[in-house]
T-cell receptor, first 114, second 113 residues
Framework: ETGVTQTPRHLVMGMTNKKSLKCEQH?????MYWYKQSAKKPLELMFV???????ENNSVPSRFSPECPNSSHLFLHLHTLQPEDSALYLC?????????????FGQGTRLTVV | AQSVTQPDIHITVSEGASLELRCNYSYGATPYLFWYVQSPGQGLQLLLK??????LVQGIKGFEAEFKRSQSSFNLRKPSVHWSDAAEYFCAVGNTGGFKTIFGAGTRLFVKA
């Protein structure tokens, strides 16, 4: 039990579909993150939320739309994705945004775009 | 901006043998350094971290890492590898100006019987 839960674990979607990834943390943390993990590439930080406010958007295409309704929940809304968007999407949380803060990761959502 | 290099994409060691995974970083100030492990189908789990003080840090599962400022390195070690250690290992560096932790590309560890 990592304290960070992601659903669904696996998702296959067509390029015209709209779907959402969900992340929930039970650790009382104030910061939450979305990462993209592709084969043979470093983890890519996509979005950072601190106290529900987005503080970082690393030039992510608009077909990815995050939502953070409260400090415990984070969503990633997906629409008109491309095959190259297929990857493992990891959610993480931390007590705060400090660079010395340990991140706790969920198990990820394996996304396949067909 | 900080960066992290893990020179080895994959390493194979025999069970019971010692292990060293390399990590080199680039950062202008004293960095915050981390090692995470990712088992198949799982998220990342923190093994250990270095912020300051003793340059040899102990982590979970029998791992340790040594910070060497002169070499800009933070190599991960374990004296005797177990088959359950087979996983992917990520070195990461955090900065002092907010959450911009950068991860290396990872080293996949294979353990042979």
């Amino acid at each position: 039990e990592t304290g960070v839960t992601q659903t669904p674990r696996h998702l296959v979607m067509g390029m015209t579909n709209k779907k959402s990834l969900k992340c929930e943390q039970h650790l009382g943390h104030n910061a939450m993150y979305w990462y993209k993990q592709s084969a043979k590439k470093p983890l890519e930080l996509m979005f950072v939320y601190n106290f529900k406010e987005q503080t970082e958007n690393n030039s992510v295409p608009s077909r990815f739309s995050p939502e953070c309704p409260n400090s415990s929940h984070l969503f990633l809304h997906l629409h008109t994705l491309q095959p190259e968007d297929s990857a493992l999407y990891l959610c993480a949380s931390s007590q705060d945004r400090g660079g010395n803060t340990e991140a706790f990761f969920g198990q990820g959502t394996r996304l396949t775009v067909v | 901006a900080q960066s992290v290099t893990q020179p080895d994409i994959h390493i194979t060691v025999s069970e019971g043998a010692s292990l060293e995974l390399r990590c080199n970083y680039s950062y202008g100030a004293t960095p915050y350094l981390f090692w995470y492990v990712q088992s198949p189908g799982q998220g990342l789990q923190l093994l250990l971290k270095y912020f300051s003080g003793d340059t040899l840090v102990q982590g979970i599962k029998g791992f340790e890492a040594e910070f060497k400022r002169s070499q800009s390195s933070f190599n991960l070690r374990k004296p005797s590898v177990h088959w359950s250690d087979a996983a992917e290992y990520f070195c990461a560096v955090g900065n002092t100006g907010g959450f911009k932790t950068i991860f290396g590309a990872g080293t996949r560890l294979f353990v042979k019987a």
